[in-house]
């Protein structure tokens, strides 16, 4: 692949008898942020630490930019693989000032070169001025960026990243992430960035790998994975949905919300994926469902519903539309839906 920086072949590793990672197999492309998803002891920061030298796999291959660093008769140190790390604690020196965290990733530039470039990343990730302070002496969110200078001093290839973010509240984490995002594209790096929040993952990523039991589940862009999910599970994980019984025939679908076309063909009794944010509400005496709770969250509400068939359906609408439990309402689905074959 052209621009390919990042490449995995079979990659293998096992934890005594446990496989952690699973003939993984992934490329990233230069300037490329993919970020793997999965819960706890998915092997997504095992496969970051694969790629970055820190542990050797029992197959498979890692290539860097067109070198093997990883596989049969090779083998790199991670000092050797042009990687820059942040991880989860930041790991910075506490009795180094700033500029001295940053400057220790630049071992192969002296005096006043190494000084220049101490201060160009400090200024590409918004701390000039403040080289000479302690870690101490900065909040989360400053540390977060040393570490991250620290990691780009060196001007790597690829930026590893394992769940940055993870020690900071949540308003500071949306506006890292962000910050991160748009520095790391001015790096122009590629990047490879380990989470288990889905939101974090869909809101920085240029791909997602959704993992499981060692295993990438479904690679693929953000809104594809979202809205074309390829398993019941991974479309729960991605964020809510309704589940419901139709009988699928070629592009459409018979189901209790009537008629629906479906994104792929499929034949017989299927599982189908609706998003709320796709149902479309209209008041309607008549109407097959019953609102049961309304939820306000600002810009949307979360309307539950419960269909006369004894179904149970979750809608997001526009905060505007006000839907008091007790009113009976009429049920439509916008576009098409997805189907798993039962």
């Not at 498979?60 to 991670?78: K, N, R």
Request: glycine share 8%.
């Amino acid at each position: 692949m052209a621009n390919t920086v990042i490449r995995l072949n079979n990659v293998t590793k096992y934890y005594d008898q446990t496989c952690a990672v699973d003939a993984v197999s992934l490329d990233v492309r230069k300037g490329e942020f993919l970020v793997l998803l999965g819960g706890s002891g998915c092997g997504k920061t095992t496969t970051l630490r694969l790629v970055a030298g820190l542990e050797r796999p029992e197959s498979g291959e890692v290539w860097i930019d067109g070198v093997l660093v990883t596989g049969d008769q090779a083998w790199v140190p991670p000092e050797g693989r042009q990687i820059g790390m942040v991880f989860q604690d930041y790991a910075l020196f506490p009795h180094l000032t700033v500029a001295q965290n940053i400057a220790f990733a630049l071992k192969g530039l002296k005096g006043q070169a190494r000084s220049r470039r101490v201060d160009e990343v400090l200024q590409l990730v918004g701390l000039e001025g403040r080289g000479e302070r302690y870690p101490y002496q900065l909040s989360g969110g400053q540390q977060q960026r040393v570490a991250l200078a620290r990691a780009l001093a060196a001007s790597p290839l690829v930026v590893l990243l394992d769940e940055p973010f993870s020690n900071l509240d949540a308003a500071l984490r949306k506006s890292m992430r962000e910050e991160v995002r748009a520095i790391v594209r001015q790096a122009n790096a590629a990047a490879i960035f380990v989470t288990h929040d889905q939101e974090e993952a869909m809101s920085l990523a240029d791909e997602v790998a959704v993992m499981q039991s060692g295993k990438i589940l479904q690679l693929g862009k953000p809104d594809d994975l979202y809205r074309y999910p390829n398993s019941r599970h991974i479309a729960s994980f991605l964020g809510e949905a309704n589940f419901l019984d139709g009988e699928a025939k070629g592009t459409i679908v018979e189901t209790c919300l009537g008629t629906l076309t479906l994104s792929e063909a499929h034949q017989g009794r299927v599982t189908v994926m609706i998003r709320p944010e796709t149902l479309t509400l209209t008041p309607d005496v008549n109407g097959s469902a019953v609102v049961t709770d309304s939820r306000y969250f600002g810009q949307y509400r979360t309307i539950k519903l419960q269909h006369d068939s004894g179904l149970h359906l979750e809608a997001k609408v526009w905060a505007q539309h006000d839907f008091v439990p007790g009113v009976r309402v009429h049920i439509a689905v916008q576009g098409s839906v997805v189907a798993f074959s039962v």
